[in-house]
């Protein structure tokens, strides 16, 4: 049997473009003539690494950083982006701009249960869709509860140091790799993509990775 095609995605669950990108790479995914299997793992990269854990006003921040006429033709654009790949941006819903640290912490947790997947997926959901504080432990129990996680093992998680030095070594393991923006993507451990690449791309470049992957596979019984 073949292996499946392994994608290591760095990526931060605040960042619109990563959410986006998960999407248009799901939808390549869904494609006629794709491999059978592929398989996802979440990494953590937050884009501020800084932010103070209650976080901070998304007004306040995004002022900061791009000045309120800037930002709001950024979430006009990304708006129109979002509807193309089915995300339903709720920019006004967002009160906090969070710390998302443990929300990193929760999706390794979530890996080492093997339900990662609905995990990132309902805090991509839940930040951008519903305007959750992600940053917020309670909330974090409450999607670990919806994605099927151990409730017990996922309050530990976000507790517990050692899902902390397991979240920052992985992205010190980022770093060292020369990551400096994401989505990023690791495919077969030796390609990288940046950024949200369209279907278009995915569906050209997944088949082949997927035959150079199998031509590297062990022969035999």
């Given amino acids: 049997m073949s292996r499946p095609l392994s994608i290591t995605v760095y990526s931060d669950v605040i960042c619109p473009w ?7 790479l799901e939808a390549a995914m869904r494609a006629p003539g794709m491999p059978a299997l592929i398989q996802l793992s979440w990494r953590p990269f937050e884009l501020n690494p800084d932010m103070p854990v209650e976080g901070v006003e998304r007004k306040v921040y995004r002022a900061r950083k791009f000045g309120e006429a800037r930002s709001a033709q950024i979430d006009a654009r990304m708006l129109t982006t979002g ?15 969070p710390n998302t640290r443990l929300a990193h912490r929760l999706i390794w947790e979530a890996d080492r249960q093997g339900r990662h ?10 930040y951008f869709e519903q305007g959750l504080d992600i ?13 099927g996680l151990d409730a017990d093992s996922a309050k530990r998680a976000l507790a517990d140091p050692a899902s902390l030095e397991a979240v920052r070594t992985l992205e010190q393991q980022g770093y060292a790799m020369g990551i400096e923006g994401v989505p990023f993507f690791i495919l077969l451990a030796k390609y990288g993509v940046s950024g949200a690449q369209p279907a278009e791309f995915w569906r050209e470049a997944l ?13 035999g019984c």
């Fill in 117 to 126: 997947e609905a995990v990132v997926e309902r805090l991509f959901h839940g």
């Fill in 135 to 147: 940053g917020r432990s309670e909330v974090l129990a409450g999607i670990a509860a919806e994605a």
């Fill in 83 to 97: 509807r193309e790949v089915g995300i339903a941006f709720a920019f006004e819903r967002i009160e906090r701009t």
């Fill in 18 to 24: 990563c959410y986006v990108g998960k999407r248009r």
């Fill in 207 to 219: 088949p082949k990775v997927a035959a150079e992957a199998s031509q590297a596979e062990p022969q």
